[in-house]
């Protein structure tokens, strides 16, 4: 079975640019996160998807940050303008339902850096 | 206050020790506990999930569970240099949507 894909898997950009991340879920999940890691901290959740309407958002920086999983499959994070805080591992994971939410299968995540 | 505390490390033991592993937490309402293990630079794998105050063995992991005095542990016996890694507690509140809340973790090396 074919884990959760994300990619790229390294992005550097400058402040205020635009940065998006892809993220392809185990097939036949239905719930996808959008995780936030700083360096030295756990994962923070940004955004949950079922399917493909939100559950969750309620930590997602909306003025910069947006995601979208419009067929129900993989989804992409995007941050427009970055700052330099942004700089982080955005983790994707999937899950088989929201009662499976404890066993959460995670991407190898994308390395942002913003200077 | 943090909902989760987790002792960031590092850790630093000898092969074939037994480690041990501890997050408090302040809301009572999490009620399922999980314990993800991450490689560096890879994402968080799932080790062990429980939800009843207790022990909970798997292999050379043992969770355990102290929901009057909300704390939770991992153990590792026979600790190889295979299990250095970041360890990383998370919780679920009940009602909550199912959103893991994740401590700090801490970062754990087994030395030959």
């Known amino acids: 079975e074919a884990g959760v894909a994300q990619s790229p898997r390294y992005k550097i950009i400058e402040k205020r640019q635009s940065v998006a991340f892809w993220c392809n879920p185990i097939?036949?999940?239905?719930?996808l996160y959008w995780y936030q890691q700083i360096l030295g901290q756990g994962p923070k959740l940004l955004i949950q998807?079922?399917?493909?309407?939100?559950?969750?958002d309620s930590q997602l920086p909306k003025d910069r940050f947006s995601a979208e999983r419009l067929k129900g499959v993989d989804s992409t994070l995007k941050i427009q303008p970055a700052k330099l805080e942004d700089s982080a591992v955005y983790l994707c994971?999937?899950?088989?339902?929201?009662?499976?939410?404890?066993?959460?299968?995670f991407g190898p995540g994308t390395r942002l850096t913003v200077t | 206050q943090k909902e989760v505390e987790q002792d960031p490390g590092p850790l630093s033991v000898p092969e074939g020790a037994i480690v041990s592993l501890n997050c408090t937490y302040s809301?009572?309402?999490?009620?399922?506990f999980m314990w993800y293990r991450q490689y560096s630079r890879k994402g968080p794998e799932l080790l062990m999930y429980?939800?009843?105050?207790g022990n909970k063995e798997d292999g050379r992991f043992t969770a355990q569970v102290d929901k009057s005095s909300k704390y939770i542990s991992l153990f590792i016996r026979d600790s190889q240099p295979s299990d250095s890694a970041t360890y990383l507690c998370?919780?679920?509140?009940?009602?909550?949507?199912?959103?893991?809340?994740f401590g700090t973790g801490t970062q754990l090396k087994v030395e030959l």
């Open positions: 994971a999937s899950s088989q339902g929201s009662r499976g939410a404890y066993e959460q299968y």
């Open positions: 097939s036949g999940h239905a719930t």
């Open positions: 998807f079922q399917n493909n309407g939100v559950v969750d």
């Open positions: 809301n009572s309402a999490f009620q399922y």
């Open positions: 429980t939800y009843s105050s």
């Open positions: 998370a919780m679920i509140l009940t009602g909550g949507g199912n959103k893991l809340t």
